[in-house]
Nanobody, 119 residues
């Protein structure tokens, strides 16, 4: 069974920084892409950033220049460095990964981690 284990998040002041981590565990052959999504109260889940196995990245316009996604392929882990945080970044952040596992393709989500930006 493929699972994602998220860590990081919490409370930050406006202008502050936080770092999220997400590790893939289980029997896998490959990870095609990993990404971070977020969902604020009363809003739909939206893509924040994603990264392919080759390192190509994609960001939501609202976070470009402030957030950086990276991955450590040896550790099957993706990171989201969030700088210059704004109150509107407050949301539950979810990690997603898809690829090929021992029993077939997988597309899994993490349990979510709360990020709150407030003074």
């Amino acid at each position: 069974q493929v699972q994602l284990v998220e860590s990081g998040g919490g409370l930050a002041q406006p202008g502050g920084s936080l770092r999220l981590s997400c590790a893939v565990s289980g029997s896998i052959f490959s990870i095609n892409a990993m990404g971070w999504y977020r969902q604020a109260p009363g809003k739909q889940r939206e893509l924040v950033a994603d990264i392919t196995g080759g390192g190509s990245t994609n960001y939501a316009d609202s976070v470009k220049g402030r957030f950086t996604i990276s991955r450590d392929n040896a550790k099957n882990t993706v990171y989201l460095q969030m700088n210059s945080l704004k109150p509107e970044d407050t949301a539950v952040y979810y990690c997603n990964a898809y690829g090929l596992g021992y029993v077939g393709e997988y597309d899994v989500w993490g349990q979510g981690t709360q990020v709150t930006v407030s003074s």
